[in-house]
């Protein structure tokens, strides 16, 4: 399998765009692309879509015996998956970095900011308790995985039914679709990650061009070949003084205005976002 | 006969669906649906294949299948090679030796007769990427009942309770038998029935993936 090779004159047109404050397809730096959601039929299905990228989310739960060290808490994993039809350089159970450093980042947006009430998922302390499992598959790169993978692990959350059981004494009853209806899960707020692309622009004595900064909103995978760094704001569209997480894996130093501007855009978009959510 | 659960008759497929390039960045792809099954595939190639999986006179085809949420198995491993073996009857090999044609089916929706479903994406994702076929392939499943009959393209509860599934792929030419594969116990009668209904059906499917590649030729062509 070749790996994906971006050519010179790509790089270069890139930057040249991005040097004079426009993009290859056409939107402002701060844009965003268009995104499609597709809710499936049984809950907890979604495949989102976000310009050309798309990913395809399953919740599942099966119950278990909790840690030892946390009787009375449920668990969550998340695994996103590289799907070999995504991209030219993907190959079928290849370890990915990029996916890898993109699912780290969604841990801590969904998991670790306790997004998931853990202890709602409790069913018995000590003795049983719900694992949630959330399987995230890359169908299409076409750029900006993070932010695709992170709307598509929120919609499946927020449409995700288990089965209600009830338990009286020492006797537990796990009750079918039929019996009762499904519970939803409790979240405490929704984290939707918003990746930014910087590219640094190198100076041109000849052409009296001096350094530059750029930062792209929502990249393309274009883009994300051609650009030095990235940095990734969780925020809440509900609660709009929080972040979730801030993700900036070396590359490009940036200066803390940088930072400061992409957090504000970062909860601007998350509360646009808010309205796929709930809508 | 009796009416089946959902109204359909003996001999009646589920509403299908078949839409060509709903992926961007692989070179073919195709979307499949039998009713509530659903399965997308996505092709690339031909192309360089790695050392130890190169062949000198013809090109070599993988498949991965992929389920939703759970992990691969042996169902998964099993349906791979029965795919994987059905295209490289189908594909025109010897026109790209040293190449590797990629193919991977990921279930989107799991309904019933997954298998079937999935070679037709494979197939249909093939000619979207543009790699030569010998002829077009078409796939069905069949339930057999415990009561005599025999459902065609059975959904997940039919399958359930079948005394066997039949998957039979089906050639365009000619109406051979590129593939059939048999789950269960069954009387040879039975089983030769099942086949000419799957034969039969599959015409449908031919008649459903022409007009699907039709659209999409018109549509190329309107951009030109």
């Known amino acids: ?279 | 006969m009796a009416t089946r659960k959902d109204g359909r008759t003996a001999e009646q497929l589920r509403a299908m669906i078949c839409e060509l390039k709903p992926l961007n960045q692989a070179d073919g792809s195709a979307r499949f649906q039998f009713g509530s099954t659903q399965v997308i595939s996505g092709v690339f190639g031909p192309r360089e294949g790695r050392a130890s999986n190169r062949d000198s006179d013809e090109s070599t085809i993988t498949v991965t299948w992929n389920r939703g949420a759970r992990m691969s198995g042996p169902r998964e491993k099993e349906y791979e090679g029965i795919i994987r073996k059905t295209l490289e009857a189908l594909v025109v090999r010897a026109q790209d030796p040293l190449c590797v044609i990629d193919v991977t089916v990921q279930e989107m929706l799991e309904g019933g007769s997954s298998l079937a479903a999935g070679l037709n994406a494979a197939v249909v994702g093939l000619v979207e990427a543009g790699v030569a076929l010998h002829s077009l392939c078409a796939a069905v499943a069949v339930a057999l009942l415990p009561d005599g009959s025999a459902a065609l393209d059975p959904d997940s509860e039919e399958e359930a309770g079948a005394e066997a599934v039949v998957t039979v792929a089906v050639r365009a030419s000619d109406n051979a038998i590129l593939a059939c594969t048999c789950d269960g116990a069954v009387s040879e009668v039975r089983l030769l029935g099942a086949v000419q209904a799957a034969t039969d059906a599959s015409k449908t499917i031919f008649t459903l993936v022409r007009m699907a590649l039709e659209q999409r030729l018109e549509t190329e062509q309107r951009c030109w």
């Open chain 1, 1 to 279: 399998m070749a790996p994906s090779i971006t050519t010179l004159s790509e790089q270069a047109f890139v930057a040249q765009a991005a040097r004079e404050d426009q993009r290859v397809d056409g939107r402002r730096l701060q844009d965003h692309r268009r995104i499609k959601a597709q809710i499936g039929v049984q809950p907890g299905n979604v495949e989102v879509q976000l310009g050309t990228t798309r990913i395809f989310a399953v919740v599942s739960a099966s119950l278990v015996t909790p840690y030892p060290e946390k009787p009375s808490e449920g668990m969550v994993v998340i695994d996103l998956a590289p799907s070999p039809m995504a991209d030219p350089s993907y190959e079928p159970n290849r370890w990915n970095e990029d996916l890898r450093e993109a699912r780290a980042v969604l841990q801590r947006a969904l998991i670790r900011s306790r997004a998931i009430d853990a202890e709602a998922l409790c069913v018995v302390n000590g003795q049983l308790a719900w694992s949630l499992r959330i399987d995230l598959k890359v169908l299409d790169n076409g750029g900006n995985i993070i932010d695709c993978a992170c709307l598509a692990a929120t919609l499946a959350l927020k449409h995700f039914r288990h089965n209600e059981v009830s338990v009286e004494g020492d006797k537990v009853t796990v009750h079918t679709l039929e019996e009762r209806r499904p519970v939803a899960l409790t979240l405490h707020h929704i984290p939707l990650c918003v990746s930014f692309g910087l590219m640094e622009l190198p100076s041109d004595e000849n052409k009296g061009l001096g350094e530059k900064l750029v930062v792209l909103a929502d990249p393309t995978n274009v883009e994300e070949k051609c650009m030095q760094g990235r940095l990734t704001v969780t925020a809440s569209g509900k609660d709009s003084a929080m972040l979730y997480g801030i993700h900036k894996h070396g590359g490009a130093p940036i200066g803390p205005e940088v930072v400061l501007r992409c957090s504000e855009q970062a909860v601007q978009r998350a509360m646009e976002l808010d309205e796929v959510v709930d809508g």
